[in-house]
């Protein structure tokens, strides 16, 4: 026999394993992920990542996005329940014994000499273990091996060695392995006994039969790599998507090898060993006044903070011809004509060169913006078959650290938000758009009301997450390109008139702004630089009146893309553009620190004097030097919207006017965008509609620059079917056809 789960069939297949014919299966709850399965065939254990399927009585949420959805138990604040571990009898295809385990369940393994199992719980950072004898839950094992304890470390697989002592257990969030001694009769007696270091994020583990190797599957390995192939001369980027996992084979160390191994985990993570001195981090009692503070509660400059979110834009893309920093013309394609108020935000405050998205794609960007952390069901692709989770979506998604806005309320801080992480609205491509562009063309004068009036009678914005249910601004649509960002922006002008009125503004705002995701060069729509210009001048004309407001001296305003994955980048392919703008700002700056998506999560969180969400915005470097220092005036001159050069309503002409030079290419770009689906986020492939953006902007005529996969191992570079053919001609001719 063998067995394996189906994850988006919610059930357990029972297979022949010498012929491979399937005998049967068995129905399961939400997403069955491991099994392992006894030696005589007739039993098996399976981890069910979101538990049983709830009844009529339980709290429930549903899933996005596929017609065959279904619900998902809850607890109060949206997140999935626990999940459970089944034993299921193969012989007659029952489930026999259903055990609730921790949250997100994923590897197991099974030490039957002892009958004890073991199980990884992603979103809970710890291992349950399990007397299958008794079929019942002996205890826990918790995963703290620092000091610092968040949510984050990510257990994902785990491994037993010969005669079931040790257990090793990969790590995610650390890209490491631990090592835990297991030989005493109690799991909470469990004893670490240090890391061993791993590739990135590390999720499939196994031992050799002596006990003298271990084997560590890691999903991304060395990272995304650079674009080589076709590309101009002398010229390269990279792509967030060229990355390759690896596999670590390691020699199990010696104890004075894993206490070196321990501190090398130790210092890449930022952690401290339980072992060593606390670090004490509690607010100091007279500490400076300052924009970011050094710790959570001390006092801040900053009182209101507005969060901006776009869309899927490198760094390269946007501010490759700025002059200044590391940046690349060569790979520029919305430049200054179409994004003025990217530049001049870059310019008057700081230009942030090394500030890098933490994710590939938008299932993982909104989660590090939203929760500085990424759980296994978006990170390791389990959501395949069953739905996208880009936004506020899908329960099995949410990290048990909690979301930005739920700190910031608990903190007593007002929060509003305008479209982030809310379910997109189930509107089609159509002509909503343009007759929105031509209202805000033609209504004279301009009144931002109009809009909000306008959208009301448009969406009612909702979500299953309670906690953000009551903050959302019911008339802002979730992500959507139907509604210009233009149009977007006078909502948010209207509620700043009402906050004016009121001199009360939110603490937090976080808003989504997606045009610049584009739709290609479908027609009837807005050009790609058509429709990044339209969300450059959305993002000015909000700054513009958020620096004329009465808020202007105590803000600071944040800007970031969720992910960079429509591009290339000459530095890497995560590398995406990021903005600040505050009176306490550091002006005409170029701040060169590395930053990921946590740092601006952290920075929000010093300024707001809010706690920390996971381990990873905890270690975060904060955007200390994009900010003054304690003891530096500001400067409180406000900033002057631009009006791009690109016409922000031109739109993509018919296919039948399609004429002149590469017609025929231009064509199919535009046959293949009108194709993709750009109603839901990423749906659209992204390697078609990188190629696509691309001679848009650049001409037909210039090559697109093709993908290398191996950045750091030159062994690791992934050669397309034709350069290994010609690899394999040059090592090795081709014999011809009857020769020796």
């Not at 199990?252 to 670090?279: C, F, G, H, I, K």
């Not at 309320?409 to 007759?435: H, L, M, N, W």
């Not at 705002?509 to 739709?519: A, F």
Request: charged share 20%.
């Amino acid at each position: 026999m063998a067995v394996v789960p189906l994850p988006a069939n919610d059930a357990l297949a029972i297979v022949d394993a010498d012929d491979g014919t399937t005998i049967g299966t068995v129905a399961l709850g939400v997403l069955p992920v491991a099994s392992v399965i006894s030696e005589d065939g007739a039993v098996a254990w399976v981890t069910v990542f979101g538990g049983a399927k709830p009844s009529r009585r339980d709290r429930m949420a549903s899933q996005c996005c596929d017609p065959r959805i279904e619900p998902v138990r809850v607890d109060a604040t949206g997140i999935a329940e626990r999940g459970t571990v089944v034993r299921v009898d193969l012989i007659r295809r029952v489930v026999t014994h259903t055990l609730e385990v921790g949250r997100h369940p994923t590897g197991l393994a099974w030490d039957t000499t002892r009958a004890r199992l073991y199980i990884a719980n992603g979103n809970s950072d710890d291992i349950t273990v399990v007397d299958t004898r008794a079929g019942t839950v002996m205890g826990t094992i918790e995963i703290v091996p620092f000091h610092e304890k968040k949510i984050g470390y990510a257990p994902t697989a785990v491994a037993l060695a010969p005669g079931g002592r040790t257990l090793y257990v990969t790590l995610g969030g650390l890209n490491a392995v631990a090592v835990y001694d297991v030989s005493r009769d109690r799991p909470a007696n469990a004893r670490l006994d240090g890391l061993i270091p791993t590739g990135w994020y590390p999720n499939t583990i196994d031992v050799s039969a002596d006990h003298s190797t271990l084997v560590v599957g890691t999903l991304l390995g060395v990272g995304s790599g650079q674009s080589t192939t076709a590309a101009p001369p002398g010229k390269s980027g990279g792509f967030v998507h060229a990355n390759r996992g690896s596999v670590n084979v390691i020699t199990v160390p010696t104890a004075s090898e894993l206490s070196a191994y321990t501190m090398s985990v130790s210092q890449n993570n930022r952690l401290t060993l339980v072992r060593d001195a606390a670090r004490d981090m509690a607010a100091r009692i007279g500490a400076a006044t300052r924009p970011v503070p050094e710790r959570p509660g001390e006092p801040s400059r900053i009182e209101h903070v507005v969060y901006i979110i776009r869309e899927n834009r490198t760094y390269d893309q946007v501010l490759g011809d700025i002059g200044k920093g590391a940046s690349d013309p060569s790979l520029t394609m919305y430049g200054r004509d179409v994004t003025p108020n990217a530049h001049a935000l870059a310019e008057q405050f700081v230009l942030l060169d090394h500030f890098f998205a933490s994710g590939g794609n938008s299932a993982d960007g909104h989660q590090w913006l939203t929760q500085a952390n990424e759980t296994e069901y978006p990170y390791w692709p389990l959501y395949h078959g069953r739905s996208y989770p880009s936004e506020g979506n899908d329960p099995l998604t949410y990290s048990a650290g909690g979301f930005l806005w739920e700190a910031a309320r608990s903190k007593g801080r007002r929060v509003t938000v305008f479209g982030e992480f809310a379910p997109a609205p189930s509107d089609s491509i159509s002509g909503v758009r343009a007759k929105l562009l031509e209202q805000f063309r033609d209504s004279q004068p301009h009144r931002p009301a109009y809009f909000r009036d306008l959208l009301k009678r448009m969406y009612d914005t909702r979500s299953e997450i309670p906690s953000l249910d009551r903050i959302l601004v019911r008339e802002y649509p979730g992500w959507t390109q139907e509604v210009p960002d233009v149009v977007k922006a006078d909502v948010v002008l209207d509620h700043l008139a009402a906050w004016e009125r009121s001199k009360q503004m939110p603490h937090l705002t976080m808003i989504i702004l997606p045009s610049d995701h584009t739709v290609g060069t479908t027609p009837g729509w807005c050009t790609p630089r058509a429709c990044v210009a339209d969300n450059d001048l959305a993002l000015g004309r909000i700054v513009e009146a958020l620096s004329h407001s009465q808020f202007w001296p105590s803000m600071a305003v944040l800007v970031v893309e969720d992910d960079a994955q429509n591009g290339v980048d000459h530095i890497d392919g995560h590398r995406t553009v990021a903005l600040v703008a505050s009176p306490w700002a550091r002006r005409g700056a170029i701040d060169s620190t590395f930053y990921g998506q946590p740092s601006m999560v952290k920075t929000i969180e010093l300024m707001l004097g809010l706690p920390a969400l996971s381990m990873f915005d905890l270690v975060a470097t904060p955007m200390y030097a994009s900010f003054l220092d304690a003891a530096s005036p500001p400067d409180f001159r406000a900033f002057t919207a631009i009006v791009p050069v690109q016409d922000i309503y031109e739109k993509n002409v018919k296919l039948s006017a399609v004429t002149g030079p590469h017609a025929v290419e231009r064509r199919r770009a535009s046959l293949a965008s009108s194709r993709m689906n750009f109603r839901e986020p990423d749906a659209a492939p992204s390697d078609a509609l990188n190629v696509i953006l691309w001679h848009d902007a650049r001409g037909w005529d210039v090559p697109y620059p093709g993908v290398r996969r191996g950045l750091f191992f030159p062994s690791g570079v992934d050669l397309s079917d034709e350069e290994r053919e010609d690899r394999r001609e040059r090592v090795v001719p081709r014999r011809k056809p009857g020769s020796l």
